[in-house]
């Protein structure tokens, strides 16, 4: 069984979770994405009477990032039933909901036990193509729709209706603390290489309350976030370019959309890979910033309030320094978090290159609060910076 868990499992035993599910055929083929970096995810087609082929998508949830899976399916119900007639992007196929359906168990259920996991099946979206970066900018602009979509689409239902999947997860300095707790262990002795980035860090230490200390004051709200608003998590179409789908809704919870905005931004403005060494080559490309912040805020920018309009510019910066710390504190402490390294300086290089595109938008400031300003005028949306 221990080798089940993590290799790809056979047909029979395939074959055996699907048992438990309400689905049309009997299983013929299956096939692992490996798209994902969390979940474990299969492609499956089965057969049914008169020939008719179904496709469908089978998970493992990972149960070592998210330890209450019970909350985290329940979460997911909560949500796809909302937005399974409100959710509609411009790539929908025939008017359909543009969300994860679920297939339910035998017994009722939203997810299947059994002694390797827990076990989910979603409707499949034929067709799709997913980017991990922008490949143009409308496929941008699109992507920043589509979660703008999902913030507005999701503000009528109570925030605190649903579980929390992972614990502080954007709590920035939080992550500054657990930085200088690695730096105070310095477990495999690495901090003395890394003093050059650790300075950089406490430089950037007035950044990380910008956003959590207001929402802890309740000067900003929480809202239902998607949370790993990675531009991989909407589907496209493949022929038209249209997104089709949001997916990917296992970190859907309570927060700030300024997290969701500026993370976006985080992973598909920057010029380079995450982990390029030629810090030369990582800078944020305003025009990409641009379109995203465009269909964002075209989508929800009607329902922030001025306070988070006004902290907007901010978020990206803050977001990436954030993930520089944590990419800075995972090398700290020996590669414990982030393991799906290539070699072994990869960490270090990450974080480094995260902390120059932060300090790129940070640079970029004035320009980034022009493009703001420029949207919020457009809209209508009062801010002070639109003044
Ligand atoms: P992870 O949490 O591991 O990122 P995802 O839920 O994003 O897992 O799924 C991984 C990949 O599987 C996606 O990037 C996408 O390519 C594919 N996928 C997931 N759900 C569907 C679906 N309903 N239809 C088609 N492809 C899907
Ligand atoms: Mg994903």
Request: charge should be negative; aromatic fraction near 10%.
């Amino acid at each position: 069984m221990s080798n089940v868990k993590n290799g790809v499992l056979s047909l029979s035993e395939i074959k055996k979770i699907l048992d438990n599910f309400r689905i049309m055929g009997e299983l013929i083929s299956y096939e692992k994405i490996n798209k994902g970096y969390i979940n474990q995810t299969y492609n499956i087609k089965t057969l049914s009477e008169h020939n008719h082929i179904h496709q469908y998508i089978l998970q493992r949830v990972n149960d070592y990032v998210f330890r209450d899976i019970e909350g985290l399916m329940r979460n997911v119900e909560i949500v796809t039933e909302h937005l399974r007639d409100s959710y509609i992007l411009p790539g929908s196929r025939d008017g359909l909901s543009s969300t994860l359906s679920l297939k339910s168990t035998k017994a009722g259920k939203s997810f299947y036990r059994d002694e390797i996991g827990y076990w989910r099946i979603y409707k499949y979206f034929d067709n799709v193509k997913s980017f991990d970066i922008p490949d143009s900018p409308d496929v941008f602009r699109h992507a920043g729709e589509a979660f703008g979509l999902f913030i507005i689409k999701m503000s009528d239902v109570d925030p605190s209706s649903l579980a929390i999947t992972i614990p502080n997860f954007h709590n920035t300095p939080a992550r500054f603390e657990q930085l200088m707790e690695a730096v105070e262990n310095d477990r495999v002795g690495r901090v003395k290489e890394v003093m050059l980035e650790i300075e950089i860090a406490k430089k950037f230490s007035h950044l990380y309350g910008v956003i959590a200390k207001p929402l802890e004051d309740g000067k900003i709200p929480m809202r239902i976030c998607h949370n790993d608003c990675n531009l991989n998590n909407i589907l496209f179409d493949y022929d038209t370019k249209l997104p089709v789908a949001i997916i990917d809704l296992d970190t859907v919870m309570p927060s700030s959309p300024l997290y969701d905005f500026g993370d976006s931004m985080r992973i598909g403005t920057n010029t380079s890979a995450d982990d390029e060494t030629d810090l030369s080559k990582v800078s944020c490309n305003l025009e990409l910033y641009r379109e995203y912040a465009e269909g964002f805020l075209s989508a929800c920018g009607g329902i922030l309030t001025k306070n988070e309009l006004d902290l907007l510019p901010y978020a990206s910066m803050v977001i990436t320094v954030e993930d520089a710390l944590r990419f800075l504190a995972d090398y700290i402490n020996g590669d414990i978090y982030y393991t799906s390294i290539a070699y072994p300086k990869q960490n270090l290089d990450r974080a480094r290159n995260q902390f120059k595109l932060a300090s790129d938008m940070h640079d970029k400031l004035p320009e980034i609060k022009k493009i703001l300003s420029d949207i919020y005028k457009k809209y209508g949306y009062t801010s002070d910076l639109s003044i």
